[in-house]
């Protein structure tokens, strides 16, 4: 046997069932020995994918805390902890342990993908071994085995069908396909997609009608299955733009600390200070540098807004992911089940002189139809209407079930789809089955391409027996001679009006089925030369897979927000372009080569043209689950924030590439929820739009509290190191910073992430993914509120001393200064353009509690006699308050007039402001990973 072959279901659907059988050295009708089997079960394994070596948990751990924010905040610890200060360094070393735990934790979680991928092809066989069927476990069958299938059961290996009875497989979760596949065993070309391989079953999809056999060519790894495994495995969880930035910020924060403290040392050892003194100013400096309040900041930020989302149904499987949603210029959707309802859904009903559209969508029998007027037919007056209709319900082998508040059906969607449109005009099934009870059936074959019954006629045709027949148009016109006009008299047969009808409703996207109808002398003489009599057309019934009613303004909105949408399916270029008209993806103007690319146009394209043609394309049709892949990579390197969406296991790759991967909750696999960042609990792209919203709203808060924090840090450490400068005393010490920065991040700065979404939050462009987390213009808003701080910290302490208060009072009212410009700055911070007083006081109440706290903290510390021995402070008087307020307001007023010059129009977008200085995205190589390791 031919291992390199037999292990690899690629070119298989290229050879004939003989060529298979001697390649794979088995037999078609009596399958292997029990020997056979036993010897190929050691040779290839057994048939389950493989569990992918990953880093072992205290690896993982251990890497959490290699960040350089984490590093400093470490050093924050070790130093508050040589000062004494017990307190701080725990909650500084809590907040350190807070965040690995929750990155160990996510991280942890992206590997349950691999185990959901494994436990899929976990079922029962029933294989013919040495002449007789037996049952075994799935993961025993090995190449060359002779599987048996049947309707309901799930693949449990690739195989090359032998034979084949009205068989259908339900292959979406693989490839995206939306209906049924029929199944022969035709020999095809070796250049097929798998989508196309119609004489292949493959491992994890189901049967859904039918029964058939096939040859196990691939088992494990090797099957398609396999290769999606192989490409989950190996697809990168990188970090998302949130992380990027804050390690970029940190690294650069660190420097500048380090940078400092290393200043204030040196300086103080220039002008003869001692050395311990002066070391202890420079870790004073280094404390207050730090931003300890940051890592809780971002943490909880993040979660307040997964509540928001939850509240909009979408449940976040990561923190991050909320704030990269805000930062998406690209959704990459899957068609089926995300922007449609995957739910086949007759659109149209065309009888010989009328067409009725039909209303509603879904397997739910509520809707109706209507002519071209608007008017609903008496199906008394329409014979054709109603034959047709009766046809598509009766020649039918599926049902509809109403379960759990939910309409569910068994068999294939499109008999399903046919039986919903006749119930919606008042032909329910228990009806069709009291007027027309069925006799016999000549069932569906992928070779006749229809299917007929004989029924016992109860109505007031005059008959008997009726022959009712459904299927592909061109199949049932040549069964017919004549066709059914409005009143129910027939005519000559217009074989071309009626080819031109179904092409202009399979121009639309839709599937279009053709109904008729006959007569046979005899019930007992119903077969295939019984249709000879000649039937009459009554009608077409085309369907389709209907688009969300929310997906329409959903995808205007992410289109007014800067976002770009692509559908990426499995299905037919046609039906995917004609959903996408539908939803306002593509103009008619939009539709030419450049917009839809098929899976092998794709596969022509040269390298370097690719990632060009895949930013300029609008619809990928007929694409393979690596290509889905090759797509999202394609996309990052050209500098896109990539939101992939997918329910399938084909898309689990793709999901876990993507900067965040959104599968569907109610309709979506495991696999696919395992690997994505965001599982929507409605299935409804419109949700991603308002959880674009939020993210964007958490963003913009994360940046509020960073821009409020920063000065207060950075002038911390300027009066340090202007005090060793001068040779004076400290104005403030390291016990009293810890104060500040501790007790205001909670008190305060916490508070912004409670702040509501800026207006018009979605008529501005996504941030471009390279523009830095502060903009020069906050950075120069925050050196100017720093310079602030310092300069009246200086002078009011310098003054208390002055108008003989002491040292301790001096310090106590520099240290309050500190506090009461951060609560006036903090207003300000609620809004980066706007002014304080157009927000409105009472828009986020949490401020005003906020506030309220730390006044009563900062009460508590001036006054209380154990808060003055712990921290060094002391009582001041009523004038100071006095001075202290009044510099808070004129620091106040200084930010509002920056604020109002540096804004251009009264209410501009907040990426028309403070993000005017953000590079241009870069156009990288494909392959060039513009995201790192996370």
Known sequence: MTASVSRSSNAHHGLSVDEVVLLLETDQHRGLTGRDAAERWERFGPNTLPIVAGVGWPRRMARQFHHPLIYVLLVAGAVTTGLGEYIDAMVIFAVVVVNAVVGFVQESKAEAALEGLRLLVRTEARVVREGRERTVASEGLVPGDLVVLDAGEKVPADLRLTRSAELRVDESAL??????????????????????????????????????????????????????????????????????????FSKVLTVGILALAAVTFGVGLLRGQGAVETFTAAIALAVGAIPEGLPAAVTITLAIGVARMARRRAVIRQLPAVETLGSTTVICADKTGTLTENEMTVATVWTPGNQFEVTGSGYAPDGTLHDIDGATPELGSHPGLRWSLLAGAACNDATLTYENERWNIAGDPTEAAMLVAAAKAGLTADRVGELIPR??????????????????????RGTDYVVLVKGAVEQVLELCTAQMACDGTTRPLDREMILRTADELAGRGLRVLATALGSVPEPHSFDEDALAYGLTLTGLQAMLDPPRAAAVPAVAACHTAGIAVKMITGDHAATATAIAAHIGLLTPADRHEATVLTGNDLAALPGEQFPEAVDDATVFARVSPEQKLRLVQALQSRGHVVAMTGDGVNDAPALRQADIGVAMGAGGTEVAKDAADMVLTDDDFATIEAAVEEGRGVFDNLVKFITWTLPTNIGEGLVILAAIAA??????????????????????????????????????PPRDPDQPLLTLALVVRTMLVSTLLVAGAWWLFEWELAHGAGLAEARTAALNLFVVVEAFYLFSCRSLTRS?????????????????????????????????????????????????????????????????????????????????????????PIGTNTRQKS
């Open 175 to 248: 490839t995206g396909e939306s209906a049924p596949v029929a199944k022969d065993e035709v020999v095809l070309p070796a250049a097929v997609q798998v989508a196309d391989r119609r004489n292949m079953a493959y491992s994890g999809t189901l049967v859904t009608t039918g029964s058939g056999a096939g040859i196990v060519v691939a088992t494990g790894a090797e099957t398609e299955l396999g290769t999606i495994h192989r490409l989950v495995g190996a697809a990168e969880s990188l970090a998302t733009p949130l992380t990027r930035k804050l390690a970029g």
């Open 439 to 460: 006799i016999a059936t000549i069932p569906f074959d992928s070779h006749r391409r229809y299917m007929a019954t004989l029924h016992r006629d109860t109505t007031s």
């Open 727 to 764: 040779g004076a005393a400290l104005p403030i010490l390291p016990t009293q910073i810890l104060w500040i920065n501790m007790t205001t991040a909670v008190a305060l700065g916490l508070m912004l992430a409670f702040e509501p979404k800026e207006p018009a939050i979605m008529t501005r």
């Open 836 to 924: 304080a007083w157009r927000i409105g006081l009472l828009s986020n109440r949490w401020i005003i509690a906020g506030v309220t706290v730390q006044a009563l903290g900062q009460l508590a510390i001036t006054y209380l006699p154990a808060m003055n021995t712990i921290f060094a402070t002391a009582p001041i008087t009523g004038q100071a308050w006095l001075r202290i307020l009044a510099l808070a307001v004129t620091a106040s007023l200084i930010v509002a007039i920056d604020k109002r010059l540096r804004r251009p129009h009264p209410h501009p977008p907040l990426s028309q402001n403070l993000h005017n200085d953000a590079p241009p995205r870069h156009r990288l």
